[in-house]
């Protein structure tokens, strides 16, 4: 069975495309067979690599986050994925708010739920925080959550 999760953020340029690049890694260490994207809710950054301090964190923890590129959360997504995991609440309202609009697909949720005392409900922007490391420590818990509810 093949898992289809689709992570979601504001401009994908720093939490989705490490939620992304942390969760393929790991499944693919748990021998989950995956396809995995993600988007953000505002289309400003389509087509551009992720934030460079997001590339060189990631990459210092063994992530690659290189050939990544942002595109906006479509409508489509909520039909095409199995999980819509989001780092916020605002994304969360605007993820739902796109989704009403064909009443289709699955419900979007926050990533974070995944990784019960971490000590966060929603993950810091490293955009505004600075907080690279916290990032990927975030993804990487919620990550071996939803891998352990996947073996379910």
Not at 20 to 49: C, K, Y
Not at 102 to 107: A, C, H, K, R, W
Request: hydrophobic share 40%; aromatic share 6%.
């Amino acid at each position: 069975m093949t898992h289809r999760i689709l992570f979601v953020c504001l401009g994908n340029i720093c939490r989705s495309p490490t939620a992304e690049a942390v969760f393929r890694a790991r499944a693919a260490t748990a021998g989950l067979v995956t396809q995995v994207d993600s988007a953000g809710t505002g289309g400003w950054h389509a087509g551009e690599a992720p934030h460079p301090p997001m590339i060189a964190a990631a990459h210092a923890r063994g992530y690659d986050l290189t050939s990544l590129r942002a595109r906006q959360l479509r409508a489509d997504d909520f039909s095409r994925f199995d999980h819509v995991l989001v780092m916020d609440r605002q994304n969360l309202r605007d993820a739902q708010a796109l989704r009403r609009k064909t009443g289709q697909g699955v419900e979007p949720r926050l990533f974070l739920d995944l990784a019960p005392g971490c000590g966060h409900v929603e993950m810091p922007d490293p955009w505004y925080t600075g907080t690279f490391d916290l990032t990927i420590d975030l993804c990487e818990a919620a990550s071996d959550g939803l891998i352990a509810a996947l073996h379910k």
